[in-house]
């Protein structure tokens, strides 16, 4: 045909398009999947094809022609790239308009369009129209999609296969496949799972997979040794399914190579056996629970793990208790305030610590204490404080019991003492004209009576300080002090007496007792005085963790031979009653005293002229 001929055709054709509409419609119809025609001045007015509103599962009159509605419909991601396009088409008549955008389709599902457009511009060039074209790529995309699958699974690192049904012969591995076994696919071909795997004969194989071919499971997994090529194994999970596909069925398997885990999982083994030795080896009950929550509230734990110690402590050898509840395993334990207890630390996170009584799982006292670890799990140490306990108990006991003897000395030797000493006076009145050695014993029976009543009531005294409940609190010493020199106003002025007393700590004590004790060191610091009137200083330092407190007088001072002796009961250095009144009993009580405070009391044997005694308290 000539050139002459095919011009001919394509005027005719141009002239068929101007003249009969319907020539128009099958190009518009059936060769473009949708076509539009927009005013540039005025976006908004634009015409769209019958086809191009079927595309999206709309008929002619659902979509307005004046409104944009493919800015709405179109992916809003996409929208930006098919403005841009236009506005590049727009300043440039060299500009290829052409994008793939996604729409939606009134069904929901997306639609992907090809779309080309050309401006019409006007004799200077100005922009009019722009007319453009959609094609319906979907399906393309749809298998492109399934392409790029396929290359992942050829990439992916587990094994993945495809297994003739009737050969067993595989049909296809893919990459993570091939080198896991380090064959060829190729080479693959004319193996089955038998040739490379721990599954001994056809049988074997058949009897696992049987169930698939029934259709009685949708899968079977199983762990089992693949065998590479080089003759080395590693273990595997299989996982197998049944694969109806033309032209032949197939089992579509995938195995995952186990030897990383497996070694993670030794390794573990191994780091918990050590763990669990270490946790053995310690003498306190230790064990790690985690909590059970109902209803967002901690309702009882699960035992992960428990050592010796605290099975020993709970009877535990031959129950199975990890991974067992708390409350089912120990119910002396998990008593329910504990439980509770327990559960608001779960909650919370603030550690706590109780004595547990015999009871429930034990027969013995333990003291338990539960904190929050940060996985949010509970670390409880239990240490058996049994001995203790007695310890206490009996200390209680003969406390009590010397507090019933101090009252039976006090109520009931006392009246009789009273009596001799009414008697002895009464005598003594009666035998006045009686000789010097009659009179002279009576009196000794007089002042001895005396004495021992008084002895007896610094007895009592003392045991009245040593067993006394200690009411720790916050005391401070200058404030003690201070009440003190008010109480012994009267023999500091008759003394003319001077007292320094430096910045004075405060601790944490009793502070009656404490203050009995500033009380017999002063008052004997005034007894003990020398000829000059008595100075008398009292400080305070902090070598160390604790504070020393010394009271310093410039009396008689102390023979260094028996500063330990004073301390003791009725041990007294100056036996002459008549200027050094006393029974020897003050020293004794402030020994109590210091020791019932954790401190130590001393006279410090270097300081001269006069007696300094000193004490220690600790600083907290
Ligand atoms: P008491 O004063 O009733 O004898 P204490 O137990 O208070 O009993 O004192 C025991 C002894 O220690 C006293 O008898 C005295 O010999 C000696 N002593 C106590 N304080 C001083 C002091 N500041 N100076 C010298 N001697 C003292």
Sequence with gaps: MSDVDKTSLRDELYNYLKADDRTLEFLLERVLDGVWYTDVREPRREWLSRGYKALFGYAEDEIDDFGEWWRRNMFP???????????????????????????????????WVHCRGHVVRDAEGRPLRLLGCHIDVTRLMELEQIDRFGTIVEHCVSGIYLIDAETLKFVQANGGARQQLGYSMAELAELTPIDVSGIGSRQELMDRLAPLRDGKIPFV????????????TYPVEVHCEWLDTSPRPVFLTFVSDLSEMKRRENELAASREFNQIILDSVSDGIATLAPLESDGRVVDFT????????????HLHETPFVGARLSEIMPGIAAPDLLQR????ASDGNAFAAEIGPGGATSDWHLVRANRTPFGALFITCINITAA??????LRQSNEALKRFSAIVSHDLQ???RHIGLFAEMLE?????????????TGRIRDNTRRLQRMISGLLDYTTVAYAEIQRESVDLGGVVADVMKLLEGDIAAKQASIVVDPLPTVRGDRDLLARLFQNLIANALKYASDAPPRIVIGAKRPDGNWIISVADNGIGIDPRFGERIFDVFNRLHRDESRYPGMGIGLAICRQIVESHRGEIWVDSE??????FCFSLPAD
């Design 342 to 345: 327990l559960a608001e630390v």
């Design 429 to 441: 009145a009666k035998l006045t004209g009686a000789d010097d050695e009659t009179r002279f014993m």
């Design 389 to 394: 306990k007695q310890r206490e108990l009996s």
């Design 303 to 314: 035992i992960i793990a428990v050592n010796h110690a605290m099975r020993r402590q709970f």
């Design 221 to 232: 997994t199983f762990e089992t040794t693949h065998i590479r090529k080089d003759g080395s």
């Design 415 to 417: 009246a009789p003492l």
């Design 607 to 612: 300081f001269k002229p006069g007696a300094r």
């Design 77 to 111: 991601e996409d929208v930006q790239r098919a403005d841009d396009d236009v506005r590049m088409a727009l300043a440039d008549p060299d500009h290829k308009y052409q994008h793939v955008v996604r729409f939606r389709h009134k069904d929901g599902h997306t639609v």
